[in-house]
């Protein structure tokens, strides 16, 4: 459905607090991370400064709790209608800001493959009080 070059693969978990201030602002956050190396060999390199390219995948699962036994729930997780708003305004604001920007399909059951190039796999959740 959708692939990128050298870039970010953004698993984006939503919550029902999330709004899309919250999207917009992660977006910011992507575009400045200094993880890719500079001509030392540094993390000292944006996504944005290598002109990287973005695949953005909607996954609830990010939210699974798993204190309460064995089996996930997922109530931390946005519902759907939600989460799909303000997946698109993630998109949308992305799409502004990077050169590339590709999406999978919210809801859908997919295959996603990861070559990962590097030392870093990053959480970010933006903090209410950061926005």
């Given amino acids: 459905m ?3 070059g050298r ?3 953004v ?3 939503v ?5 899309e201030r919250d999207a917009a602002a992660m977006v910011c956050k992507i ?3 200094r993880v890719f190396p500079d001509e030392q ?6 996504v944005t400064d290598i002109g990287g390219e973005l695949l953005v995948v909607s996954q609830f699962t990010l939210y699974a709790d798993t204190r309460g036994g064995n089996r996930p729930s997922f109530t931390n997780a946005a519902p759907p209608e939600h989460a799909n708003a ?3 305004h993630f998109v949308t604001h992305a799409r502004a800001k990077f050169r590339k920007v590709e999406t999978g399909r919210f809801g859908a059951k997919m295959d996603v493959r990861l070559a ?8 970010l959740e933006m903090p209410q009080e950061a926005v």
């Fill in 86 to 88: 303000i997946y698109e």
């Fill in 2 to 4: 959708a692939s990128i």
């Fill in 116 to 123: 990962n190039d590097g030392p870093f796999t990053i959480i």
């Fill in 11 to 13: 698993l984006l978990g």
């Fill in 15 to 19: 919550t029902a607090s999330d709004t």
């Fill in 7 to 9: 870039g970010f693969l």
């Fill in 41 to 46: 060999g540094k993390s000292n390199l944006s």
């Fill in 31 to 33: 575009a400045k991370l």
